[in-house]
């Protein structure tokens, strides 16, 4: 199939499927023509880059999990490399969690303190 083919197929776009080839996490062959061809494997690939991006990894993180990309991976068994990822990814984003929150709070003590404890939403 043609990359916008795949595109549609994954709900994703040329361009993302570009940078993950780019990026080295799938592959394709040129036909004649130089267009992108990819085998139906190249679905299964994919829609396991998107999940594993949608619980919050990264393109880099998703490079540790190449060896089961070709399966189910949200029902395979963990590795212990992935579990690492995971794990750190998760402090990473609870770290910035906990940044984002400490900043909303001094953002809203100042703006209780300015306005006499009246804040309003921004509509």
Do not use: W
Not at 78 to 90: D, F, H, I
Not at 97 to 113: F, G, S, Y
């Amino acid at each position: 199939m043609r990359i916008g083919e795949l595109a549609r197929a994954t709900g994703t776009t040329a361009r993302a499927l570009r940078h993950y080839e780019q990026a080295g996490l799938i592959s394709c062959e040129r036909a004649s023509n130089g267009y992108r061809v990819y085998d139906e494997r190249a679905l299964v690939r994919v829609r396991n880059i998107r999940y594993l991006l949608a619980v919050g990894l990264t393109l880099d993180d998703v490079r540790v999990f190449l060896p089961c990309l070709d399966g189910d991976v949200a029902a395979a068994p963990p590795s212990t490399k992935g579990l690492r990822v995971a794990r750190e990814r998760l402090a990473l984003l609870n770290e910035r969690i906990a940044a984002q929150t400490e900043a909303r709070d001094r953002l809203e003590a100042a703006l209780r303190e300015t306005t006499g404890d009246r804040i309003r939403p921004v509509a």
